[in-house]
């Protein structure tokens, strides 16, 4: 989908040329490309401000249909982001036309105050991002999203370019592969067909899988995964996805948490937002994804994801509040809450993959609390690691990203919330203060000393609006952090 280019842009026949105006300052050398933004200035409607745009028709001196001026406001202003948002917009006008490509010219990134690669691979971001349609359910498919997405380059940048563009595609569609996971209904993705889809996603990519069924489950011991499911007739699952190198010098495990629906089981939830508890499975979507990516831009280290995959439902064989059910570890958990099951199969998933893989770092992504929403709102990602480098390094990725993270506490005396009077651990807090700390603080007791973070999703994994590159639902979150900060370690 993603091409680039180096020749001159006016010679190249496209649906619609894009070119990016700030209000203070020129971002081309072309004069013919500086004459078409002063005859898009002539009008009211458009100086250049965050936001604007303009479209001139069979314009003179270029073989495009239709060029597109987008505004990005003050060059002081700027950010990866807002290159991101203004590209996205873009693909979405040219998408809603019923085009079918589009040439994206280069803005000079020095006059934008940004280093080349790190524009160019935000602008390419957007682009792909924005460029995609959760359809598979619509009898009718208005708009389809575009065959090609062009980028003018100077000759003396095209080699960067074209690797930028080739790994960015890679992550974006392992954005958009997890975006279509989590969408998708809940009758489509019960724990066996869920797995089966990420199997099948794989097995295209050096990666070695294996899926642990119920008597796989039964023989690791992994009994609070197994309670978890024992409400639902959708049989348990455990994906592992092995990246293996040649060499590497470094083990990362990703567990991502796959509750494919979420009712709550026995503490059922209230039927306000019930519909969207299909997205509890947005953890396992994005380490499936991001290991699909890493399987094919390659990395030196051996990564490995994680996936346990349950459907926590209400029924005569549903574990209770007040049940008491051994872990793989060996911990005993009482249960305060059936509506707290992330956290119980992360603990056996944790456990198993840290005894199995002996990894260097260990990461979970989980849709995990409602609590971390109250604390952080709907766009910004929970860390928790009482390893300070790990939680720098996933917050850093995550601005370089725009997947936001943001480090909270882990208070050793908090601890106390989680005793039990009957077993070793309660898997809810006392009270309902502090509970994304609380599951954090649970799932630490799994971990076994590793270098661990926890980040907990719960809030950006879905939407129900859009924004200028992601439509409503799901919202393929952490499959580019993860993929940086896979990078970056």
């Not at 991502?256 to 969207?276: C, Q, R, Y």
């Not at 994680?306 to 005569?316: D, I, Q, R, T, Y």
């Not at 208070?411 to 009077?421: A, F, H, T, V």
Request: hydrophobic share 40%; glycine share 10%.
């Amino acid at each position: 989908m993603l091409t680039i280019r180096s020749g001159d842009p006016k010679a190249i026949k496209t649906d619609l040329m894009l070119l990016f105006v700030c209000e203070d300052a020129a971002l081309y050398n072309d004069a013919k490309m500086l004459a078409l933004i002063d005859q898009g200035r002539q009008y009211t409607e458009f100086s250049g401000k965050s936001g604007d745009a303009l479209i001139l028709y069979a314009p003179a001196g270029t073989k495009a249909q239709r060029v597109m001026l987008a505004g990005l406001g003050k060059t002081g202003d700027l950010t990866a982001e807002s290159l991101r948002r203004a590209a996205g917009k873009a693909v979405g006008r040219a998408v809603n036309a019923d085009m079918s490509g589009l040439l994206l010219c280069m803005p000079e990134a020095r006059a934008c105050g940004m280093d080349p690669g790190d524009a160019a691979e935000a602008l390419m971001e957007g682009a792909v991002l924005a460029n995609y349609r959760f359809d598979f359910y619509k009898k009718e498919k208005p708009h389809k999203a575009l065959k090609s997405i062009a980028f003018a380059v100077g000759k003396d940048f095209a080699g960067l370019a074209r690797s930028l563009a080739q790994k960015t595609e890679i992550v974006c569609k392992g954005t958009h592969m997890a975006r279509n996971w989590v969408s998708m209904p809940p009758n489509d993705k019960r724990p066996a067909r869920f797995a089966r889809s990420i199997v099948k996603a794989a097995e295209k990519y050096p990666l070695e899988t294996v899926v642990l069924d119920s008597g796989d489950l039964r023989k690791n011991k992994m009994q609070a995964l197994l309670a978890v499911a024992a409400g639902s007739s959708g049989r348990p699952q455990m994906v592992i996805l092995d990246y293996k190198p040649e060499t590497w010098d470094q083990t990362v495990v990703l567990v991502g948490k796959g509750v494919t629906f979420d009712s709550g089981g026995i503490n059922l939830k209230p039927a306000s937002g019930l519909e969207t508890m299909k997205q509890d499975m947005a953890g396992a979507a994005a380490v499936a994804a991001a290991m699909i990516a890493t399987a094919q831009t390659g990395c030196s280290k051996r990564v490995v994801g994680v996936m346990p995959l349950v459907e926590n439902m209400p029924s005569g064989n549903s574990y209770r509040p007040g049940d008491i059910v051994k872990t793989a570890s060996g911990k005993s958990v009482e249960i305060g809450n059936t509506d707290a099951e992330g956290r119980m199969i992360l603990a056996d998933a944790l456990y198993y993959a840290i005894r199995q893989y002996s990894p260097d770092v260990v990461i979970d992504m989980a849709t995990l609390t409602g609590a971390c929403i109250v604390a952080l709102g709907e766009k910004i990602a929970g860390v928790f690691s009482t390893d300070t480098d790990l939680a720098e390094a996933i917050s850093q990725a995550g601005q370089k990203t725009h997947e936001r993270c943001w480090s909270m506490p882990m208070p050793e005396d908090y601890r106390e919330n989680l005793k039990s009077d009957f077993a070793d651990l309660k898997n809810v807090g006392k009270n309902r203060y502090g509970g994304a700390i609380a599951a954090a603080l649970f799932l630490s007791e799994f971990t076994q000393g590793s270098r661990w973070a926890h980040i907990d999703i719960a809030g950006p994994a879905y939407t129900s609006g859009a924004n200028d590159y992601c439509g409503p639902g799901g919202t393929g979150f952490g499959v580019r952090l993860l993929c940086r900060v896979i990078e970056n370690l």
